[in-house]
């Protein structure tokens, strides 16, 4: 039998996904020890299969991601959301244009597997099988019988995070019943660099730019309609995104297989628990709408580093529990009124009773028609003003 291994860290992060891995970066720049484990740790980009899902990093993130010297190379997978466009119906149609608020772009669409290796550093591969925390740390047994001392554990490892359960933290959560459907499209007019949601009954259509004449789909249906439209012919599937897009792209050919994902609303009833603090989706879980869950998690992964750094700099205990409590304070109201926010936009967009119909055209215009109002909701999309985030604000850790 083979030999287990001991080893010791300042933090754990159990997954490997975007956030964990930005927080390893921010963290080992700070000059602390980290180990990462992820059972399926990132391959390299020459390797990865084109997949279909992206995600819009609104400004803030961008900055978070430079902030820890990940943004680099990967800008140039990306495209700039200049304009965001949304499509109530033929008589409610808003563009929103950052350059009304000063900022050149709202946002960058990067494909999410590309990213992740992008900013990939040491994954070990593995679980976490048991944990044990004491005063002074805590000790994490991996499925392969090797154990790591640490003073800090973070959960990143999504939503059905084995940390959160491990530390018997129990959540709310709300099934919609719905799925999205994401590919990639090429077409054969330019997107020009805006984004465009349509609304529609089973949920929000989504066009998200690219770079060149390439863009990603999110399409949102109730399950049913999601599993028909997953089983149509390519040429069918085409035709259908052909009709959703009212030609706006022009020509579309599919650039990948449609792949769909199961769509539901989640909260941790705790983000800390001793020596142990959760991030990301094993935290919180948002509908797409929006294009809020990666952004919201990379703000969580700015607040705990900021935590950690300033605890590490007074020598103080960075796995405490005031360093802890700090960090779960920071991050309440965000995740909160971005899950409520993006829970009830949803059942507002997904249906078609007329009287919702007209009440969203109206808040649409009304939010379009009063300059403060359109600028807030614009600057709000871009950096939360309640986030007190420096690296969000593009200032240092
Ligand atoms: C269709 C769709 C579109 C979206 N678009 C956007 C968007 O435009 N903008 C945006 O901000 N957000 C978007 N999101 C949300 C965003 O994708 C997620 O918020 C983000 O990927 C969450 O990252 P995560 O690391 O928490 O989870 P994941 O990406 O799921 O990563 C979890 C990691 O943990 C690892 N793991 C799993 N189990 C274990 C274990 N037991 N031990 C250790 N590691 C483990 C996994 O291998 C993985 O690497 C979208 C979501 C969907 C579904």
Not at 217 to 222: D, G, R
């Amino acid at each position: 039998m083979a030999k287990k291994e001991k080893q010791a860290c300042d933090v754990l992060i159990s997954g490997g996904g975007i956030p964990g891995l930005t927080l390893s970066a921010l963290l080992a720049g700070l000059g602390l020890t980290v180990i990462v484990v992820d059972p399926n740790p990132p391959a390299p980009v020459k390797d990865l299969k084109p997949d279909g899902r992206t995600a819009a990093l609104m400004a803030g993130s961008v900055n978070i991601l430079k902030a820890a010297n990940l943004w680099g190379k990967s800008e140039t997978y990306g495209a700039p959301l200049e304009t965001l466009r949304i499509i109530e119906s033929a008589t409610a149609r808003v563009d929103f244009a950052a350059s009304d608020i000063g900022q050149p772009y709202f946002g960058i669409n990067m494909p999410n597997a590309i990213l992740r290796s992008l900013i990939s550093g040491d994954v070990t591969t593995g679980e976490i099988h048991a944990i044990a925390a004491d005063d002074v740390g805590l000790t994490a047994t991996l499925d392969n019988g090797n154990v790591i001392r640490t003073r800090l554990l973070v959960g990143a490892d999504g939503r059905d995070s084995k940390t959160r359960f491990l530390c018997n933290i129990g959540v709310w959560e709300r099934d919609y019943g719905q799925r999205a459907i994401t590919c990639l499209i090429d077409h054969t007019k330019p997107h020009e660099n805006i984004s465009t949601e349509f609304h529609r009954p089973g949920g929000p259509f989504t066009i998200v730019p690219l770079p060149g004449n390439q863009s990603s789909i999110v399409w949102v249906e109730y399950n049913e309609d999601a599993d028909t439209f997953l089983k149509l012919s390519r040429q069918n599937f085409e035709q259908a995104l052909q009709d959703r897009t009212e030609g706006l792209v022009g020509k579309i050919i599919l650039a990948t297989n449609p792949a769909s994902w199961p769509l539901k609303a989640l909260r941790a009833k705790s983000l800390v628990a001793p020596r142990t603090a959760l991030i990301a989706e094993a935290a919180h879980v948002l509908h797409p709408l929006g294009a809020q869950g990666l952004n919201l998690s990379l703000r969580d992964v700015a607040a705990l580093a900021e935590e950690i750094a300033d605890a590490a700099r007074n020598g103080l205990d960075i796995g405490s529990h005031n360093v802890l409590k700090a960090y779960e304070f920071r991050r309440k109201a965000d995740v909160l009124t971005r899950l409520f926010g993006t829970d009830s936009l949803n059942r507002m967009v997904s249906n078609d009773l007329s009287l919702l119909k007209t009440l969203r055209g109206a808040c649409l215009k009304t939010i379009n028609a009063i300059k403060p109002l359109r600028d807030f909701a614009m600057n709000e999309g871009i950096v939360p003003g309640y986030d007190e985030s420096r690296l969000a604000r593009g200032e240092a850790l």
